[in-house]
């Protein structure tokens, strides 16, 4: 079973199976704190948040084709009592290079305006589509080599865990990987982002609002995880009682007190130390997270507030997610990771009525956090995107859907060029060319890496550390060329 490098609030050390390792790991994070006091970097801050949809969204039914006859006809019939009337449908102003027009979910008129331009601002297009995106290899050139085995598939397909740990490590041979590509884009990027931060002071780059999660571990960097309502506290709870106070500091003293010379043990003595750490790491990010100030005059709690979020969990954490944004500068980093999970998406027993409600939730939520970034001047360094462990089939299994393969998803924020879908939509014909079989299980035409690298690009890996955070992204793409693999991040 896969160990979790974790003490506390963050994931900070690789699976231990002896001191040795522990030790070189915790060398090299101070190798790169050491490194971040020399090295330069651009001074701006950006950060880059995942919305990870868990359960598998079926966003076939989320982005859908409005051409007719064509590309809805071939929906309608493959769908059959799960499609969406087209006259339900929110026109999207794109039509693609075969003249296909598309549409969102009717639950969803906040990320169709995103898309078409907010507030009626065609200039301010502020979110795109990639569509017929998922795990690979190597680029699946058609169905038949899909059906010969000619060309190597990523393992356990349509697998909740593989595929979960597929898309959050961008490895998906199906060897057993520790590390995700956020926490090695950290382990590249950090100390050289980061620079702010000295020798005495260290905060980790990639935050968690979803508990610890193999996406922001990298081999020396990674994660904080904090909650809706700032960082967790060592008992285990972000209450302000004064009993869970009072056994907080008592825990602190005793782990960073002179009792540390009776751990003989060096496992212990570090262990000890981590901790310590983590506590005043968590007592230094509260501090900040419960007070953000005020960003261009404007006050950073005011504004959420006065968003329109809906009552939700998930809108609970988005709106921690703008504190953990507002207060970069506090935390002293250039380079930030959020990470946080809708789940419920695994809808194999009903479909339209629960994915309704909750693509309402992820548009009110989503609209609602954009226009709190615009409105604190956030929105040029902020970059936010939907995953899942894989898209639905197209035919209805009764009343919901089961297991596939490729799906939709949506890129959002000021740096995105907006207004555009990325990718080949597929043909969704039962049986047609992107059917790779067992009721519409389309295959994906473009990569996770290359998605994953239009990103990464704008957040500041270079050509040549690309291959190191997406190991199969030459299969795809070329990090050196002069333009993105999507071209939809400036």
């Not at 939700?312 to 207060?327: E, G, S, V, Y």
């Not at 899942?388 to 089961?402: A, Y």
């Amino acid at each position: 079973m896969k160990s979790r490098r974790t003490f506390l609030g963050e994931a900070s050390c690789a699976a231990i199976g002896s001191v040795p390792v522990l030790s070189t790991l915790l060398n090299l994070t101070l190798a790169n704190h050491a490194a971040a006091q020399t090295l330069g970097g651009n001074p701006s801050r950006k950060t880059l948040v995942c919305v990870f949809l868990s359960g598998g969204c079926d966003t076939f039914n989320f982005l859908i084709p409005r051409d007719q006859p064509g590309g809805y006809d071939d929906y309608a019939a493959a769908r059959s009592n799960l499609a969406i009337p087209r006259s339900s449908l929110l026109p999207l102003n794109f039509t693609d290079a075969q003249g296909r027009s598309f549409g969102i979910h009717p639950s969803c008129p906040r990320i169709a305006e995103m898309f078409n331009g907010m507030g009626g601002d065609s200039n301010k297009k502020r979110l795109a589509m990639v569509a017929n995106v998922g795990t690979l290899i190597e680029r699946l050139p058609d169905k038949t080599a899909f059906e010969n085995g000619s060309v190597a598939l990523p393992k356990a397909l349509f697998s909740h865990r593989d595929q979960i740990e597929q898309w959050q490590t961008s490895v998906p041979q199906g060897q057993q990987v520790l590390t995700g590509w956020a926490g090695r884009a950290a382990d590249f990027i950090h100390s050289s982002y980061n620079t702010e931060q000295t020798a005495g002071y260290y905060m980790p780059m990639n935050f968690s609002l979803a508990g610890n999660s193999t996406f922001q571990i990298g081999s020396s960097e990674g994660q904080f995880v904090i909650t809706s309502r700032g960082a967790l506290a060592f008992t285990g709870s972000d209450s302000s009682a004064p009993t869970l106070q009072a056994k907080d500091q008592l825990i602190r003293d005793t782990v960073a007190s002179p009792l540390e010379e009776h751990y003989r043990n060096l496992f212990h003595r570090t262990h000890a130390r981590i901790t310590a750490n983590s506590i005043e790491r968590g007592v230094e990010f509260g501090s900040h997270f419960n007070q953000p100030g005020s960003l261009n005059g404007i006050d950073v709690n005011t504004a959420i507030n006065a968003a329109s979020f809906p009552n939700h969990p998930f809108a609970n954490n988005l709106k921690a997610a703008i504190r953990t944004i507002a207060i970069r500068p506090s935390l002293k980093l250039a380079r930030q990771t959020i990470f946080l999970d809708f789940g419920g998406w695994d809808h194999h027993s009903e479909l339209l009525n629960t994915q309704a409600g909750m693509l309402a939730v992820l548009d009110q939520s989503l609209h609602a956090f954009q226009s709190t970034l615009e409105i604190l001047g956030l929105a040029q360094d902020v970059v936010t995107f939907t995953a899942s462990d894989f898209g639905r089939t197209l035919r209805s299994n009764g009343q919901g859907t089961d297991h596939a393969w490729s799906g939709n998803h949506l890129v959002m924020g000021g740096p995105v060029s907006g207004g555009q879908i990325a990718g080949p939509y597929p043909s969704l014909a039962i049986d047609g060319p992107d059917d790779v079989g067992r009721g519409g299980r389309i295959y994906p035409k473009l990569s996770c890496d290359e998605f994953f690298c239009e990103m990464l690009r704008w957040f500041g890996v270079s050509s040549t550390n690309m291959e190191g955070v997406l190991p199969n992204i030459l299969h795809f793409h070329d990090p050196a060329a002069s333009t993105g693999p999507l071209g939809i991040i400036a």
